[in-house]
Every structure is written in C-alpha cells, then in structure tokens.
Nanobody, 116 residues
Framework: QVQLVESGGGLVQAGGSLRLSCAAS????????MAWYRQAPGKQRELVAI???????NSAESVKGRFTISRDNTKNTVYLQMNSLQPEETAVYYC??????????WGQGTQVTVPS
C-alpha cells in the first residue's frame, strides 16, 4: 500500500509564493514519475507539472517560468515551487506517483487559495 501526503498549501496574496511538498510512503518500488495536478471549483483536474525519476520535467504552458517541480528520490518526495501566484490558480493541488509494476497513486490534496 502506498500513501501520498501533501503539505504546504494555504492562503497567499496575488503575486506571492508557496512551496508544496508530497511524500510517498508504504510499500514503494520504483517511482517512475511524480506529478502535480490541480482542480479548481467547477473545473476538471489538470496537469500542472511532471518529473521523471531521472529529473526530466514538463509543465503546463500557463505555469512555465513561474512554477518549478523537483524531487528527492532518496526521500520519495516531490516539490512544487510556485511563484507569482494568481487568483485563478486557486485550487486543490494533488500529487501523484506512478510506480513501476504497481500503478498510479494520489494524495488527498492541499488547498491553495489566492484571493482576488
């Protein structure tokens, strides 16, 4: 069984920064990719950024240059540094981990609120 626990969400003023963390624990094999998604009220969940075990990254066009995904393989942890946050980025942020020969797992989500 695999558990993902996110932390670091909260309320931040427009233009501010937050750093999200997500730690995987349990019966973990090789984590192939880790990613951050977000879901705003009334909208579909969307991919924010993804990182492979080797460190290759990709991110949504809307966050490029502002958000940075990173991971620590020794800690099975993924991070999302978010700068210049905007009100439209208010959402629940979820992390996911895809584990070799196991599947994809999700965290419970952490709320990020950017008041307008």
């Amino acid at each position: 069984q695999v558990q993902l626990v996110e932390s670091g969400g909260g309320l931040v003023q427009a233009g501010g920064s937050l750093r999200l963390s997500c730690a995987a624990s349990g019966t973990i094999g090789v984590i192939v990719t880790m990613a951050w998604y977000r879901q705003a009220p009334g909208k579909q969940r969307e991919l924010v950024a993804i990182i492979t075990r080797g460190g290759s990254t990709n991110s949504a066009e809307s966050v490029k240059g502002r958000f940075t995904i990173s991971r620590d393989n020794t800690k099975n942890t993924v991070y999302l540094q978010m700068n210049s946050l905007q009100p439209e980025e208010t959402a629940v942020y979820y992390c996911s981990a895809t584990i070799l020969r196991s599947g994809t797992y999700w965290g419970q989500g952490t709320q990020v609120t950017v008041p307008s």
